[in-house]
Nanobody, 113 residues
């Protein structure tokens, strides 16, 4: 199983970005996909997760600003990030839990004026 993230970049405070993560390989049945992030000097933290059935979970720090969604036909998960803040700056990692745990290589999001 491989995960490939895309969509990171530089954005001004208050702006928006949409991250995508495409999973390839032997994936069948239910699974959970999610986004985590890691800032310099900090531990990796949960941003949001979504199950095959659409059940979602968000970190308190992103509730109301970020939306996670997925397209099961494409094995792809998305993270729509609105009202971005400088403290959202981090490397964002995609995670898949499906008979094991898989991580993408990450995509950098920088929120700065």
């Amino acid at each position: 199983v491989q995960l490939v993230e895309s969509g990171g970049g530089l954005v001004q405070p208050g702006g928006s970005l949409r991250l995508s993560c495409a999973a390839s390989g032997s994936i069948s049945g239910s699974n959970t996909m999610g986004w985590y992030r890691q800032s310099p000097g900090k531990q990796r933290e949960l941003v949001a997760t979504i199950s095959t059935f659409g059940n979602t979970n968000y970190a308190d720090s992103v509730k109301g600003r970020f939306t996670i969604s997925r397209d099961n036909s494409k094995n792809t998960v998305y993270l729509q990030m609105n009202s971005l803040k400088p403290e959202d700056t981090a490397v964002y990692y995609c995670k898949l839990v499906h008979f094991g745990t898989y991580w993408g290589k990450g995509t950098l999001v920088t929120v700065s004026s």
